[in-house]
């Protein structure tokens, strides 16, 4: 057999270039052509999600204060021996940086960083900061341990020393429940400190609890449009936005008139006798009015893409199965439910990711046992300000959910869904 | 205090943000004034606001927002300040301070009182700041529904926390503070050693057992117009609540409510700058002008919370004194909110409060 040459088989254009070339270079321009048109929305993400995020999980491990403030004290601390009270050039070092860091006022941040490490030092720092202006000269150990005695403590030496490395992983341990001790290895918070780890498994079940309940209640619902003839099922459809297109606050204030122990259904039920009037059923500011008000705000994320998938299942097949002898209840099992399923998977994935991280409802009906893990990644970001441990908690609660997705997409597998 | 909802102040404060980068020309001859909005934001316009802008021709945007220093440290760690002044609450002020997000503000430029007191004298204790110049005080009562109790009536912080003598549900703000504060008064500690008795681990013991006592029956709430309305709906007997908002629900909306000043824990508003603002010099002297003795008699035409100039006092329409924190017979066992206590404590109060109220 002839060998054929690479020579002999180049096609050319008129203008004699390859014709894989050209064909390359169109394909090319079309690319980039197809790239400029997604790039504002790229750009947007980028600009508006992508970036934020990452800068907001920066800063849970982020901590530049103390070795931006006090740099040649944590230097001069490298040789200092463990569980010693340190000696007067160090005291010296400290005492000049801290004069400057009040004069900068970047002090009152190392006072606020090491006070998540020891409650109360922060008024330590602040306080001999401010009369540290007035002492001239030394010796400067007596004149710390007389402004505070706290300064005799080498605990809070080996902590400022401990943070006062550029990258922490305490944020991280805080929203676990764990800190580290004065030695540096990490031990559990104090049992009456414990919150966060009780409060992710809550934000965890709570928000399965609201799935499910949404997916029983909305199952029916969605069925019902997608097969009662169009006037009706226009009705229904009306029926379910019109909630969908009221404010939040409206929607949640209006369960607490309804709900609580003066409101119309305790009302009700006393009035018609079916419990005492001093037996008022406590329904809402606890766990109870959270999930009612959740369930039935997240409902319609449920409704919309099961119905959009039921819309699109022929009623033919159930009439086939019918027709071949099967009851009801198993034409509907074996055949209409598998068919329905992507709009399960789309409408549970919608309801459980906003109900993980809703956060107003909970605050306004939850109570003392409502609060889910976002009212305290809100408390930190608007009024302790500690946006570390804000930033570790939502971390968490992301990484969370992008397992959970994972999980999913695993059993489920994504492509399973249907959003409409 | 004076909270609205979230994500209202959340929007004004976009609004607000929106409409000044929009407009830059205007920046100049504008300030942005950020207070919590409602009965409280609208004395502020009153007393400060229109005098001002009439005596200066400089114009005032009104923003709300519910307290805390998210938007403010936002802003300066941006680099683009747009609020000029913030009605802030004291312990916001200091951490505010401590975090460098707020100016300095020279206590020497503020004018003195009407008698030439100074005005560093002429403020009450703790009313002038580093970082912050006070305008009102505020504090937080509790304030029963007369109706039920139509024999004996609660008068004192102990009969708060007395169930069994007064029954009824209880409303308290969902947060520590000034709950262990009322905890340990209503346990017999006197107002004096309330902080002194915190700073123990056996005192916070105590104040959270007391807290134990009452757990079962209260209805824990967040925002400031939630306390009266709960009173309103029947929902509790009696509830904590800041003073200004049992004010108007008494005195405007008629409600049978009757405040209980024993044991009151009173608190103070300041004008904050934050730091790097575009129009200081400005700021500045709006603040000067709305910090003056007039100018905070005035504010208490408009609602309840107590001037914190000395000299205003007097000024203040004798009809309007018996409602204010400060009025004699209302202080006379009330203590003041310990900031430096509560800087240094919060953190830990906050966990504790969070896990005990999970309990």
């Not at chain 2, 404060?13 to 504008?30: D, E, I, N, W, Y």
């Not at chain 2, 005098?51 to 936002?74: F, H, M, Q, W």
Request: glycine share 6%.
């Amino acid at each position: 057999m002839a060998e054929i040459t690479a020579d002999q088989t180049v096609i050319t254009t008129a203008d004699g270039v390859p014709l894989k070339t050209r064909l390359a270079q169109a394909e090319r321009r079309k690319k980039i052509a197809a790239f400029a048109l997604v790039l504002p929305l790229l750009a947007f993400i980028l600009i508006t999600f992508i970036v934020p995020i990452l800068d907001m999980t920066f800063r849970s491990v982020d901590n530049p204060v103390v070795a931006a403030t006090l740099p040649r004290t944590l230097a001069a601390l490298e040789t200092w021996e463990t569980g010693k009270i340190p000696d007067e050039p160090i005291f010296a070092i400290l005492a000049e940086e801290m004069v400057a860091g009040a004069k900068a006022r970047t002090i009152g941040k190392v006072a606020t960083r090491l006070n998540y490490e020891i409650p109360g030092s922060r008024s330590t720092i602040t306080k001999t900061a401010r009369k540290l202006k007035r002492i001239k000269q030394g010796p400067y150990k007596e004149a710390f341990l007389k402004i505070d005695k706290r300064w005799g403590d080498p605990d809070l030496w080996a902590r400022l020393k401990q943070i006062g490395s550029p990258y922490t992983l305490s944020y991280y341990l805080a929203a676990v429940d764990m800190r580290y001790d004065a030695e540096g290895s990490i031990v559990s918070q104090p049992e009456d400190r414990q919150i966060y780890v009780p409060l992710f498994w809550r934000t965890l079940w709570v928000s399965m609890l609201i799935t499910v309940l949404c997916l029983v209640l909305a199952y029916p619902i969605a069925y019902l449009m997608a097969t009662l003839p169009t006037g009706i099922s226009n009705l229904l459809m009306i029926m379910v936005l019109l909630p969908f297109w009221t404010s939040l606050l409206v929607r949640t204030t209006s369960w607490i008139v309804l709900l609580q122990t003066e409101g119309v259904l305790n009302d009700i039920a006393v009035w018609t006798g079916l419990i005492g009037d001093e037996n008022r059923l406590q329904m809402i500011y606890n766990m109870t009015g959270t999930v009612i008000a959740m369930v039935h705000i997240l409902l319609p994320f449920m409704v919309l893409p099961l119905f959009s998938v039921m819309k699109t299942i022929s009623p033919s097949y159930v009439r086939a199965a019918r027709s071949l002898g099967a009851t009801p209840p198993r034409a509907f099992w074996t055949v209409y439910f598998p068919q329905s399923v992507p709009g399960i998977g789309a409408g549970s994935l919608l309801v459980f990711i906003l109900a993980i991280g809703y956060y107003i409802t909970p605050a306004l009906v939850g109570g003392r046992t409502g609060q889910l893990i976002s009212n305290f990644i809100a408390f930190h970001m608007q009024k302790s300000l500690n946006w570390g441990l804000a930033a570790a908690l939502g971390g968490i609660l992301l990484l969370g959910v992008l397992a959970l997705y994972w999980l999913y997409n695993r059993l489920v597998g994504i492509d399973n869904m249907k959003l409409g | 205090m004076k909270r609205l909802t979230k994500y209202t102040s959340l929007t004004a404060a976009l609004a607000a943000a929106g409409l000044l980068t929009a407009t830059p020309v205007l920046a100049q001859k504008a300030l942005t004034i950020v207070s919590w909005g409602g009965a409280y934001t609208k004395s502020q316009l009153e007393a400060y606001h229109k005098p001002y802008t009439a005596k200066t021709g400089i114009k005032i945007n009104s923003a709300d927002y519910n307290g805390g220093l998210a938007e403010v440290r936002a802003q300066v760690e941006a680099g683009n300040v747009t609020w000029d002044a913030v009605d802030l609450e004291l312990s916001d002020v200091v951490l505010g301070c401590d975090e460098g997000l707020l100016e300095t503000i020279d206590p020497a430029i503020l004018p003195p009182a009407p008698d030439g007191t100074p005005a560093a004298k002429d403020f009450v204790s703790g009313a002038l700041h580093e970082c912050a110049v006070g305008t009102i005080v505020w504090s937080t009562v509790y304030a029963y529904d007369t109706t039920k109790y139509p024999g004996k009536k609660p008068a004192t912080m102990a009969d708060f926390f007395n169930t069994k003598a007064f029954p009824g549900k209880r409303g308290m703000r969902k947060g520590p503070k000034p709950n262990l504060e009322f905890a340990l008064i209503g346990d017999g500690v006197p107002v004096d050693k309330v902080y002194e008795t915190l700073s123990t681990p056996e005192g916070v013991d105590r104040a959270f057992a007391a807290l134990d006592r009452i757990k079962d029956e209260v209805i824990w709430w967040e925002a400031g117009a939630q306390p009266p309305q709960m009173l309103a709906d029947g929902e509790v007997a009696m509830t904590t609540a800041y003073n200004g908002r049992l004010f108007n629900a008494i005195f405007t909306e008629k409600k049978p409510f009757e405040i209980v000043w024993d044991g009151q824990v009173w608190d103070l508003d300041l004008w904050g700058i934050p730091r790097g603002s575009k129009n200081l010099k400005q700021t500045l002297d709006f603040v000067k002008f709305s910090t003056d003795t007039q100018r905070l008699a005035d504010q208490a035409k408009w609602i309840s919370y107590g001037p914190v100039r000395k000299s205003s006092l007097p000024l203040v329409a004798s009809d309007m004194q018996p409602h204010m924190p400060t009025y004699t017979e209302n202080f006379k066992n009330a203590l003041q909110n310990n900031f430096e206590w509560w800087a240094d404590h919060q953190d830990e109060m906050n966990e504790r409060f969070a896990a005990w109220l999970a309990k």
